[in-house]
């Protein structure tokens, strides 16, 4: 799928492995963070995304067209997709942010 970052930070994040912005990732979870994108990247449609199981790929409740995906126990990649096809399961991928999803 074709994607791109919804600001600077994520850009950084993902080719630095750090961001002012995101203070609270360490190395660890930066690796993670790049993984997932290269996942995103690598997706063909939306179905691509459900594997494995263990990224918790799922839509948000409250947003349109916005998902998130697993980077470890407490953090949640977010990304909007604006979808290109009727069956929406074809779209511009725009990672939005990386939540923590239980804090």
């Known amino acids: 799928m074709k994607w791109d970052f919804s ?13 002012n912005k995101f203070k609270f990732i360490d ?15 690598a997706a063909v449609s939306i ?3 459900r594997e494995p199981p263990s990224m918790n790929f799922e839509a ?10 697993r980077l470890d126990g407490k953090h949640r ?3 909007e997709i604006d979808f290109e ?3 929406k399961t074809e779209g511009f991928v ?3 942010t990386v939540s923590k999803h239980y804090a």
Do not use: M, P, T
């Open 77 to 79: 990649l977010e990304f």
């Open 47 to 49: 179905y691509d995304l």
């Open 60 to 69: 948000l409740k409250g947003y349109q067209n916005r998902f998130s995906i």
């Open 7 to 19: 600001d600077r930070h994520l850009q950084e994040l993902y080719e630095k492995g750090r961001s």
């Open 85 to 87: 096809n009727e069956e």
């Open 27 to 41: 190395k660890v979870l930066a690796k993670k963070f790049v993984e997932r994108v290269g996942r995103i990247e």
């Open 94 to 96: 725009r990672i939005v």
